[in-house]
Protein backbone atom coordinates (compact mmCIF):
# COMPACT_ATOMS: atom_id res chain seq x y z
CA UNK A 1 0.00 0.00 0.00
CA UNK A 2 0.99 3.27 -1.22
CA UNK A 3 2.02 5.53 2.16
CA UNK A 4 -0.64 8.03 2.27
CA UNK A 5 0.96 10.95 2.50
CA UNK A 6 0.89 14.40 4.82
CA UNK A 7 -0.22 16.85 2.36
CA UNK A 8 -0.77 17.02 -2.03
CA UNK A 9 -2.18 19.85 -3.46
CA UNK A 10 -5.28 20.37 -5.11
CA UNK A 11 -4.30 21.16 -9.07
CA UNK A 12 -7.21 20.84 -11.60
CA UNK A 13 -7.13 21.18 -15.50
CA UNK A 14 -8.07 24.72 -15.28
CA UNK A 15 -4.75 25.61 -13.43
CA UNK A 16 -2.75 23.62 -15.48
CA UNK A 17 -4.42 25.15 -18.50
CA UNK A 18 -3.97 28.55 -17.09
CA UNK A 19 0.15 27.87 -16.72
CA UNK A 20 0.25 26.30 -20.12
CA UNK A 21 -1.20 29.40 -21.66
CA UNK A 22 0.74 31.56 -19.92
CA UNK A 23 3.73 30.30 -21.31
CA UNK A 24 1.94 29.68 -24.77
CA UNK A 25 2.04 33.77 -24.72
CA UNK A 26 5.53 33.82 -23.92
CA UNK A 27 5.33 35.30 -20.33
CA UNK A 28 8.12 33.23 -18.48
CA UNK A 29 9.70 35.53 -15.96
CA UNK A 30 8.16 38.64 -13.55
CA UNK A 31 7.42 40.59 -16.57
CA UNK A 32 4.02 40.67 -18.32
CA UNK A 33 0.51 40.91 -17.22
CA UNK A 34 -0.05 37.73 -14.89
CA UNK A 35 2.22 39.14 -11.98
CA UNK A 36 0.31 42.15 -11.94
CA UNK A 37 -3.38 40.81 -12.28
CA UNK A 38 -2.26 38.08 -9.50
CA UNK A 39 -1.43 41.43 -7.29
CA UNK A 40 -4.12 43.11 -7.78
CA UNK A 41 -6.56 40.01 -7.50
CA UNK A 42 -4.67 38.75 -4.26
CA UNK A 43 -4.99 42.61 -2.63
CA UNK A 44 -8.43 43.06 -3.66
CA UNK A 45 -9.54 39.51 -1.26
CA UNK A 46 -7.19 40.51 1.54
CA UNK A 47 -8.95 44.13 1.39
CA UNK A 48 -5.46 46.11 0.63
CA UNK A 49 -4.26 48.65 -1.46
CA UNK A 50 -1.24 47.14 -2.91
CA UNK A 51 0.25 43.43 -3.03
CA UNK A 52 3.97 43.12 -4.11
CA UNK A 53 3.98 39.36 -5.38
CA UNK A 54 7.64 37.58 -4.31
CA UNK A 55 9.57 34.40 -4.64
CA UNK A 56 8.14 32.47 -1.17
CA UNK A 57 6.61 33.93 2.17
CA UNK A 58 9.57 34.03 3.65
CA UNK A 59 11.12 36.25 1.37
CA UNK A 60 7.59 38.29 2.08
CA UNK A 61 8.83 38.53 5.72
CA UNK A 62 12.44 39.47 5.00
CA UNK A 63 10.76 42.82 2.38
CA UNK A 64 8.74 43.40 4.83
CA UNK A 65 10.95 43.68 8.37
CA UNK A 66 13.72 45.30 6.12
CA UNK A 67 11.29 47.70 4.35
CA UNK A 68 10.47 48.86 7.74
CA UNK A 69 13.70 49.65 8.85
CA UNK A 70 14.14 47.12 11.11
CA UNK A 71 18.08 46.59 11.92
CA UNK A 72 20.51 46.94 14.79
CA UNK A 73 18.93 48.11 18.43
CA UNK A 74 15.59 47.39 17.54
CA UNK A 75 13.66 45.33 19.27
CA UNK A 76 11.33 42.81 17.61
CA UNK A 77 8.56 40.97 19.39
CA UNK A 78 7.77 37.23 17.88
CA UNK A 79 5.45 34.08 19.08
CA UNK A 80 7.73 32.00 19.75
CA UNK A 81 5.95 29.12 17.86
CA UNK A 82 6.13 29.37 14.54
CA UNK A 83 8.45 28.56 11.35
CA UNK A 84 11.83 29.98 11.13
CA UNK A 85 10.70 32.35 8.41
CA UNK A 86 9.97 34.81 11.20
CA UNK A 87 13.06 34.93 12.86
CA UNK A 88 15.52 34.93 10.11
CA UNK A 89 15.26 38.55 8.98
CA UNK A 90 14.85 39.47 12.54
CA UNK A 91 18.32 38.08 13.01
CA UNK A 92 20.51 39.12 10.36
CA UNK A 93 19.26 42.43 10.39
CA UNK A 94 21.19 42.74 13.99
CA UNK A 95 17.65 43.18 15.95
CA UNK A 96 16.52 41.41 18.80
CA UNK A 97 13.95 38.96 18.65
CA UNK A 98 11.55 38.96 21.93
CA UNK A 99 9.66 35.53 22.17
CA UNK A 100 6.06 35.04 23.23
CA UNK A 101 4.88 31.91 24.62
CA UNK A 102 1.26 30.41 22.34
CA UNK A 103 -2.38 29.80 24.05
CA UNK A 104 -3.26 26.53 25.36
CA UNK A 105 -5.81 26.00 23.61
CA UNK A 106 -5.66 27.79 20.06
CA UNK A 107 -2.13 27.32 19.83
CA UNK A 108 -1.55 31.45 18.88
CA UNK A 109 0.25 34.12 20.42
CA UNK A 110 -0.77 34.45 23.66
CA UNK A 111 -1.64 38.31 23.63
CA UNK A 112 -1.95 38.99 27.72
CA UNK A 113 1.81 38.41 27.81
CA UNK A 114 2.87 41.34 25.24
CA UNK A 115 2.18 43.79 27.16
CA UNK A 116 4.66 43.26 29.63
CA UNK A 117 7.43 42.31 26.88
CA UNK A 118 7.31 46.03 25.37
CA UNK A 119 9.84 48.79 25.34
CA UNK A 120 11.20 51.83 23.98
CA UNK A 121 13.09 49.94 21.66
CA UNK A 122 10.41 47.78 20.71
CA UNK A 123 10.22 48.44 16.56
CA UNK A 124 7.32 45.97 15.70
CA UNK A 125 5.44 42.67 16.21
CA UNK A 126 5.06 39.88 14.14
CA UNK A 127 1.80 37.77 14.45
CA UNK A 128 1.03 34.60 13.00
CA UNK A 129 -2.22 33.04 12.45
CA UNK A 130 -1.45 29.44 13.53
CA UNK A 131 -2.78 26.59 11.62
CA UNK A 132 -5.88 28.12 10.27
CA UNK A 133 -7.25 30.01 13.42
CA UNK A 134 -7.42 33.59 13.98
CA UNK A 135 -5.10 35.45 16.21
CA UNK A 136 -6.03 38.14 18.62
CA UNK A 137 -4.58 40.17 15.68
CA UNK A 138 -7.40 42.89 16.55
CA UNK A 139 -5.91 43.87 20.09
CA UNK A 140 -2.06 43.33 19.15
CA UNK A 141 -3.02 46.71 16.63
CA UNK A 142 -4.83 48.52 19.13
CA UNK A 143 -1.62 47.72 21.82
CA UNK A 144 0.70 48.54 18.80
CA UNK A 145 -1.20 51.40 18.28
CA UNK A 146 -1.48 52.99 21.60
CA UNK A 147 3.03 52.27 21.59
CA UNK A 148 3.51 53.49 17.93
CA UNK A 149 5.23 50.32 17.39
CA UNK A 150 4.60 48.39 13.64
CA UNK A 151 2.84 45.11 12.96
CA UNK A 152 3.72 42.59 10.62
CA UNK A 153 0.77 39.76 10.05
CA UNK A 154 2.07 36.46 8.80
CA UNK A 155 -0.76 35.09 7.42
CA UNK A 156 0.58 32.39 5.57
CA UNK A 157 -1.76 29.92 6.94
CA UNK A 158 -4.95 31.31 6.41
CA UNK A 159 -5.73 32.38 3.47
CA UNK A 160 -9.79 33.40 2.78
CA UNK A 161 -9.96 33.56 6.83
CA UNK A 162 -11.41 36.31 8.46
CA UNK A 163 -11.93 37.49 11.97
CA UNK A 164 -15.34 39.51 12.74
CA UNK A 165 -15.61 39.60 9.06
CA UNK A 166 -12.74 41.57 8.27
CA UNK A 167 -10.09 39.50 6.14
CA UNK A 168 -7.07 37.99 7.78
CA UNK A 169 -3.81 40.37 6.36
CA UNK A 170 -6.04 43.64 6.23
CA UNK A 171 -5.15 44.20 9.74
CA UNK A 172 -1.06 44.58 10.37
CA UNK A 173 0.49 47.94 8.91
CA UNK A 174 2.44 45.11 6.67
CA UNK A 175 0.96 41.65 5.98
CA UNK A 176 2.48 38.61 4.34
CA UNK A 177 1.35 35.13 2.51
CA UNK A 178 3.15 31.92 1.45
CA UNK A 179 1.96 30.11 -2.22
CA UNK A 180 4.31 27.33 -0.79
CA UNK A 181 2.68 23.85 -2.30
CA UNK A 182 1.18 23.06 0.57
CA UNK A 183 -0.82 26.19 1.89
CA UNK A 184 -4.69 26.92 0.83
CA UNK A 185 -3.69 28.06 -1.94
CA UNK A 186 -0.43 27.81 -4.00
CA UNK A 187 1.55 29.15 -6.90
CA UNK A 188 4.14 26.21 -6.20
CA UNK A 189 6.65 28.29 -4.32
CA UNK A 190 5.81 31.85 -4.05
CA UNK A 191 4.34 34.70 -2.06
CA UNK A 192 2.98 38.20 -1.13
CA UNK A 193 3.50 41.38 0.97
CA UNK A 194 0.80 43.81 1.17
CA UNK A 195 0.35 47.26 2.70
CA UNK A 196 -1.79 50.57 1.87
CA UNK A 197 1.02 52.32 2.45
CA UNK A 198 2.44 53.94 -0.85
CA UNK A 199 5.76 54.59 0.45
CA UNK A 200 5.88 51.29 1.91
CA UNK A 201 4.90 49.85 -1.31
CA UNK A 202 7.32 52.12 -3.25
CA UNK A 203 9.95 50.53 -1.12
CA UNK A 204 8.77 46.59 -1.02
CA UNK A 205 9.12 46.83 -4.88
CA UNK A 206 12.44 48.18 -4.82
CA UNK A 207 13.46 45.45 -2.40
CA UNK A 208 11.92 42.56 -4.05
CA UNK A 209 14.22 43.78 -7.37
CA UNK A 210 17.78 44.80 -6.67
CA UNK A 211 16.64 47.84 -5.73
CA UNK A 212 17.16 49.10 -9.16
CA UNK A 213 17.18 52.68 -9.51
CA UNK A 214 14.22 54.07 -11.58
CA UNK A 215 16.29 56.77 -12.97
CA UNK A 216 19.23 55.13 -13.74
CA UNK A 217 18.91 51.88 -13.68
CA UNK A 218 22.73 50.24 -12.67
CA UNK A 219 23.55 52.76 -9.90
CA UNK A 220 22.27 51.82 -6.41
CA UNK A 221 21.65 53.50 -3.25
CA UNK A 222 20.52 50.11 -1.78
CA UNK A 223 20.95 46.82 -2.02
CA UNK A 224 17.73 44.68 -2.29
CA UNK A 225 17.70 40.94 -3.24
CA UNK A 226 16.09 39.21 -6.07
CA UNK A 227 12.78 37.97 -5.05
CA UNK A 228 10.81 38.76 -7.99
CA UNK A 229 7.58 35.70 -8.96
CA UNK A 230 6.76 34.20 -12.53
CA UNK A 231 4.30 34.39 -14.45
CA UNK A 232 3.82 30.85 -14.51
CA UNK A 233 3.79 31.26 -11.03
CA UNK A 234 0.92 34.30 -11.17
CA UNK A 235 -1.08 32.24 -13.35
CA UNK A 236 -1.55 29.77 -11.01
CA UNK A 237 -2.12 31.86 -8.42
CA UNK A 238 -5.13 33.26 -9.98
CA UNK A 239 -6.24 30.42 -11.23
CA UNK A 240 -6.54 28.93 -7.75
CA UNK A 241 -7.53 32.19 -6.02
CA UNK A 242 -10.64 32.06 -8.38
CA UNK A 243 -11.54 28.61 -6.77
CA UNK A 244 -10.41 29.80 -3.27
CA UNK A 245 -14.12 28.44 -1.75
CA UNK A 246 -13.93 25.42 -3.27
CA UNK A 247 -10.43 24.83 -1.39
CA UNK A 248 -11.19 26.07 1.84
CA UNK A 249 -14.45 24.60 2.14
CA UNK A 250 -12.67 21.06 1.13
CA UNK A 251 -10.40 21.82 4.22
CA UNK A 252 -12.99 22.65 6.64
CA UNK A 253 -14.71 19.25 5.23
CA UNK A 254 -11.44 17.36 6.44
CA UNK A 255 -10.74 19.30 9.35
CA UNK A 256 -14.66 18.26 10.86
CA UNK A 257 -14.61 14.38 9.79
CA UNK A 258 -11.19 14.34 12.12
CA UNK A 259 -12.98 16.17 14.72
CA UNK A 260 -16.22 13.87 14.58
CA UNK A 261 -13.52 10.31 14.09
CA UNK A 262 -11.37 11.75 17.34
CA UNK A 263 -13.76 13.42 19.32
CA UNK A 264 -13.59 11.89 23.25
CA UNK A 265 -10.50 10.80 22.25
CA UNK A 266 -8.52 10.30 26.02
CA UNK A 267 -4.83 11.87 25.86
CA UNK A 268 -4.36 14.23 23.55
CA UNK A 269 -5.66 18.14 22.18
CA UNK A 270 -7.88 18.69 18.80
CA UNK A 271 -7.65 22.16 17.09
CA UNK A 272 -10.29 24.64 18.37
CA UNK A 273 -13.21 24.07 15.59
CA UNK A 274 -13.84 27.79 16.22
CA UNK A 275 -12.16 30.99 17.56
CA UNK A 276 -14.43 34.40 18.05
CA UNK A 277 -17.18 33.21 15.51
CA UNK A 278 -14.43 32.61 12.48
CA UNK A 279 -14.69 28.27 11.96
CA UNK A 280 -11.09 26.76 11.91
CA UNK A 281 -9.83 26.46 7.86
CA UNK A 282 -7.82 23.87 9.20
CA UNK A 283 -5.12 24.35 7.36
CA UNK A 284 -3.17 21.64 9.16
CA UNK A 285 -4.79 19.26 11.18
CA UNK A 286 -2.87 18.97 14.55
CA UNK A 287 -2.77 16.63 16.95
CA UNK A 288 -0.95 17.46 20.39
CA UNK A 289 -0.16 14.42 23.15
CA UNK A 290 -1.04 15.51 27.05
CA UNK A 291 1.98 16.60 28.74
CA UNK A 292 1.51 13.49 31.02
CA UNK A 293 1.10 11.59 27.98
CA UNK A 294 3.24 7.89 27.95
CA UNK A 295 3.67 8.91 24.42
CA UNK A 296 6.57 11.18 22.83
CA UNK A 297 5.15 13.07 19.19
CA UNK A 298 8.38 11.66 17.90
CA UNK A 299 6.99 7.88 18.85
CA UNK A 300 3.41 7.96 18.11
CA UNK A 301 4.56 9.43 14.45
CA UNK A 302 6.96 6.13 13.84
CA UNK A 303 4.01 4.27 15.15
CA UNK A 304 1.93 5.90 12.27
CA UNK A 305 4.80 5.85 9.33
CA UNK A 306 4.67 2.02 9.96
CA UNK A 307 1.07 1.97 9.13
CA UNK A 308 1.39 3.88 6.09
CA UNK A 309 0.75 7.42 7.37
CA UNK A 310 2.58 10.14 6.50
CA UNK A 311 2.82 13.12 9.54
CA UNK A 312 5.01 16.49 10.16
CA UNK A 313 5.85 17.26 14.07
CA UNK A 314 4.67 20.83 14.51
CA UNK A 315 7.53 23.80 15.00
CA UNK A 316 9.99 23.46 17.05
CA UNK A 317 10.09 26.67 19.35
CA UNK A 318 11.65 29.07 18.10
CA UNK A 319 13.02 30.85 22.02
CA UNK A 320 15.08 27.09 21.73
CA UNK A 321 16.61 26.90 17.84
CA UNK A 322 20.26 26.32 18.84
CA UNK A 323 20.73 29.20 15.97
CA UNK A 324 20.31 32.15 18.65
CA UNK A 325 23.49 31.36 19.86
CA UNK A 326 25.64 32.07 16.65
CA UNK A 327 24.15 35.79 16.59
CA UNK A 328 25.08 35.85 20.81
CA UNK A 329 21.81 35.29 22.18
CA UNK A 330 21.60 33.97 25.56
CA UNK A 331 19.06 31.00 26.19
CA UNK A 332 15.72 32.95 26.83
CA UNK A 333 13.81 31.47 30.11
CA UNK A 334 11.03 29.10 29.57
CA UNK A 335 7.75 29.37 27.50
CA UNK A 336 5.73 26.20 28.43
CA UNK A 337 2.96 25.99 25.85
CA UNK A 338 5.79 26.73 22.62
CA UNK A 339 7.62 23.63 24.04
CA UNK A 340 4.83 21.77 25.00
CA UNK A 341 3.26 21.92 21.66
CA UNK A 342 6.68 21.49 19.50
CA UNK A 343 7.09 17.97 21.79
CA UNK A 344 4.60 16.72 21.85
CA UNK A 345 2.62 17.91 18.50
CA UNK A 346 2.08 16.69 15.29
CA UNK A 347 -0.13 17.09 12.25
CA UNK A 348 -1.86 13.81 10.28
CA UNK A 349 -2.53 13.98 6.70
CA UNK A 350 -4.99 16.64 4.99
CA UNK A 351 -4.12 16.93 0.96
CA UNK A 352 -6.48 16.66 -1.94
CA UNK A 353 -7.75 13.53 -2.54
CA UNK A 354 -8.36 12.45 0.61
CA UNK A 355 -11.28 10.29 1.15
CA UNK A 356 -13.58 9.55 4.28
CA UNK A 357 -12.29 5.83 4.46
CA UNK A 358 -8.85 7.09 4.53
CA UNK A 359 -9.95 9.75 7.18
CA UNK A 360 -11.54 6.39 9.69
CA UNK A 361 -8.52 4.47 9.07
CA UNK A 362 -5.87 7.72 10.03
CA UNK A 363 -8.27 8.28 13.06
CA UNK A 364 -8.54 4.10 13.97
CA UNK A 365 -4.84 3.69 13.77
CA UNK A 366 -4.39 7.08 16.17
CA UNK A 367 -6.23 5.76 18.31
CA UNK A 368 -4.90 2.52 18.26
CA UNK A 369 -1.58 3.89 18.71
CA UNK A 370 -2.45 5.91 22.05
CA UNK A 371 -3.32 2.49 24.07
CA UNK A 372 -0.55 0.14 22.58
C1 LIG B 1 4.98 28.57 5.14
C2 LIG B 1 5.16 29.74 6.05
C3 LIG B 1 6.11 30.73 5.79
C4 LIG B 1 7.19 30.58 4.75
O1 LIG B 1 6.74 30.51 3.48
P1 LIG B 1 7.72 29.92 2.32
O2 LIG B 1 6.94 30.25 1.10
O3 LIG B 1 7.85 28.47 2.56
O4 LIG B 1 8.99 30.66 2.41
C5 LIG B 1 6.15 31.84 6.61
N1 LIG B 1 5.33 31.95 7.65
C6 LIG B 1 4.42 31.00 7.97
C7 LIG B 1 3.55 31.20 9.15
C8 LIG B 1 4.33 29.85 7.19
O5 LIG B 1 3.46 28.88 7.52
Request: negative net charge; contains cysteine.
Given at each position: ????????????????????????????????????????????????????????????????????????????????F????????????????????AQRDTWNMD??????????????????HIYGLPAD????????????????????EA??Q?L???????????????????????????????????????????????????????????????????????????????????????KK??GQ?YQE?LD????ISLPLPSYRGSENVYWIFGIV?????????????????????????F??????????????????????N???L???G?Y?????????????????????????
Amino acid sequence: MEPIPVSTPSLNDHDIQAVATTMAEGWISSEGPPVQEFEKAFADVVDRRHGIAVANGTAALDIALEGLGIGPGDEVIIPSFTIISCLNQVLRSGATPVFVDAQRDTWNMDVSALKGLITPRTKAIIVVHIYGLPADIDQVVALATEHDIAVIEDAAEAHGQQLDGAPLGSFGDVSTFSFYSNKLITTGEGGMVLTDDDRLEAKFRELRNLSFNPAQRFVHEDIGWNYRMTSMQAALGISQLSRIDELLDYKKKVGQTYQELLDGTPGISLPLPSYRGSENVYWIFGIVLDPDSPHTASEMMKKLAAKGIGTRPFFYPLHQQPVLSKFGFEPTPALPNAEWLGKQGFYVPNGAGLSRSQQEYIAHTVREALVS
